[in-house]
């Protein structure tokens, strides 16, 4: 008995130096914070450690997540349905830090280059594009102060930055004449016009070339130079000549003509502020040396202005072009806010995301997807949660090591601005070198890969739902979970102000055949329930009911009249066809009830043919939310 009673002793007092060790070294972890000012220096060593890194963990402080608790992904959420969520909040809240961890794995050593961006959309160019514009909600802002985030700094030496979709748009509407013209072979036959244009085109530019060869040229009276140059042009101290198109069909024909001077000349594209081509600037070089200094030059001035056009999109291209497996926790929300700010728009369905987000990060592992292999029937709500499952239930001891070099302003140690990048790292070191153990342990080999991981996206919410057992904060659950489908789900409203979800269960038990046996209540809001039916097929006839006024049920008429309302998860799923959306979520169901009343769904519409994973003992405490 003593010897139990020590055992369990040196367990707890291991456990918790182990966690206050973790928590110590978590303090000195220092990370590279970039800004404007030190942008140049950073990205040429991320380009290294993300060459030679085996993972890139990646995490995000935004200015808000969602508006209201119904607006966060939930339980009951189709990937439809939790993509459009996301979709919302990644286009309504803004990404002010950007952290970054290049990490290599070697048995249980880490090692970590971790840095942290500091991110603040701006016109740099002048250009007039984009008008940013963002929400921010006051607990983000607060929770970043108290961390010691300066505002200040983030608005003046935040890096910019434009995605690829800005960038293109940006250069159509602006034009640049420094562009460089290049042919592309066509298919199409040359008509008779075609080959009247091409001559016409030829004959000019011989006549324009030899004018400015013609030796007696070269040593006329300055005045005549200088008409000369009014007459035919000047481009960087070179002879030019621009030639006016009307369509893109005879810029491609210009550049045809052109091919035959392609010793002495450079094509220049000359744009117009809608996108299309004006013209093609003819420039004659001197020499075969002159024509590949001059390309030099135009090269090195568009490679200048596309960097300070990209900003801090030079990591993302980094990231992308790496092709290194990515490592998030909670990707669904990360990578929806990367794809609008620095990709393009969000399509406007979940696999066109994935197909679209796939041609940038082809190998996305999620750590909530990842934690399933060893707690299959819970969730982690956060990285911490993750960590702390970990610690509690194994023994797989990581060292870490960080050596990157820099100022005391450059490496801050004292505050915990990206820390969560080096927390995710280590934790997936954790883990990794876990699963890595069992595998070797069930199947004898050493082939562990986390191919079969890739590419899940986290569609489960990181807040379970309210019960009436339980209003704590549920960090990680663990009840039964089962498939459920959507024609089985019921949102209620119109009920009193404050009831429990065990208070509307006892109120709603009897009032119908369809609350005659088992069926589980959750509160979705302070305005809201939904109620998940054990038993198929009870949905239609209580929701006829409800129609009908209950006529033959008593309670459930009292229940009407009172202002209980009800309707299908279809209602719920055409919620997210509407532009404007309310803080409560009945009064959006009301919206879509009084469109559907005008407007009817067919009958092959009214259906869902949905399907979601139902936890039994998930939790939401709404004083959070």
Known sequence: MMNKRLLCTQAATFT????????????????????????????????TYVCNSDFIAISLQKTGSYSSPWQKVLPFDTSEIAYLKTMRSAEKFQVFQFALCAFTLKDSHLTAYPFNFHLFPRDELHSGMPSYSFACQTSYLTSMARLGFDFNACIYDGISYLSKAQEAAMKSSTGNPMLRARAVES?????????????????????????????????????????????????????????????ERQVQLVLEVLKEFSDEIVPLLIPTKNGSTQGVRVVLTASKEDKDIFEKELEDQEEEQSKRVRGFREVIDLIS?????????????????IHSKFLSPLPPSFEEFKGSLGSFFPH????????????????????????????????????????????????????????????????????????KRNHRHL????SFTLEKYANIFNTCSSSPLESSDNDGDNRTASGSIRK???????????????????????????????FSGDFDVRLVDQSCAIVAMRQPGLTEAFLDSMKSGGTDHVRLRILISEGLRA???ETYRRIFDITKWDYNLADCLDTVVISSDQFPLDSHESRSPYEIWWDDDTVLNLDEV
């Open 484 to 514: 459920l489908s959507c024609d089985d789900l019921i949102f209620v409203w119109g009920f009193r102000e404050g009831l429990s979800s065990g208070e509307l269960k006892r109120l709603l038990s009897g009032s119908h055949e369809a």
């Open 364 to 435: 996305v592992i999620d750590l909530g997807h990842l934690m399933k292999e060893i707690n299959p029937k819970g969730s982690t709500n956060n990285i911490a949660a993750a960590s702390s499952l970990l610690r509690s239930r194994f023994f797989s001891p990581v060292t870490i090591d960080i050596p990157l070099k820099g100022t005391e302003d450059e490496m801050d140690g004292g505050k915990v601005h990206g820390h969560n990048v080096l927390r995710l790292s280590h934790t997936f070191a954790k883990l990794y070198s876990i699963l």
């Open 16 to 47: 918790k130096n182990t966690i206050n060790n973790i928590n110590s070294s978590s303090q000195k972890w220092r990370i590279k914070q970039v800004t404007k000012s030190n942008f140049n220096e950073a990205l040429e060593e991320v380009k």
């Open 321 to 337: 072009a790496s092709q290194k497996p990515i490592v998030v926790h909670n990707s669904l929300d990360e990578l929806t806010s």
């Open 567 to 569: 309707a299908n998860y």
């Open 187 to 247: 298919s199409r036959k040359s008509s008779v016009a075609d080959t009247v244009f091409k001559e016409r085109i030829k004959s000019r530019v011989r006549t324009w070339r030899n004018a400015c060869k013609d030796s007696k040229g070269l040593h006329a009276d300055p005045l005549v130079n200088v008409l000369r140059k009014i007459v035919h042009g000047d481009h960087q101290s070179r002879p030019s000549i621009d030639v006016d198109v009307c369509s």
């Open 443 to 446: 199947s004898n080999d050493n």
